[in-house]
């Protein structure tokens, strides 16, 4: 079956860095686009990032751009989300998420697998 593991997450101080890792299983993972989602406390669950098969065409949350790199390795089946310059509002549960599809999508249903997520906490 397909399995979405996401691993990084942590306790940071503000302006800090972490890089999330997100590896994939039972799937073509080189045919799949790939996207990073998070829900803070109280919130709904939001886009990220996310990138196409090939790493070639990328998407950022205005939040974030400048901030986060989303880049995939299709030899590891591995996407990853190195954020730095961190905020308190960045605290929140990281998912990464696969889709089926060739055009990068921001809209969650349209994912159809999803990692259990990863805690990132930002202190101020």
């Known amino acids: 079956q397909v399995q979405l593991v996401e691993s990084g997450g942590g306790l940071v101080q503000a302006g800090g860095s972490l890089r999330l890792s997100c590896a994939a299983s039972?799937?073509?993972?080189?045919?799949?686009?790939m996207g990073w989602f998070r829900q803070a406390p109280g919130k709904e669950r939001e886009f990220v990032a996310a990138i196409n098969w090939s790493g070639g065409r990328k998407y950022y949350a205005d939040s974030v751009k400048g901030r986060f790199t989303i880049s995939r390795d299709n030899g590891k089946n591995t996407v990853y989300l190195q954020m730095n310059s961190l905020k308190p509002e960045d605290t929140a549960v990281y998912y990464c998420a696969a889709d089926n599809a060739i055009v990068v999508s921001t809209i969650i249903l349209e994912y159809d697998y999803w990692g259990q997520g990863t805690q990132v906490t930002v202190s101020s």
């Open positions: 039972g799937l073509t993972f080189n045919s799949y686009a």
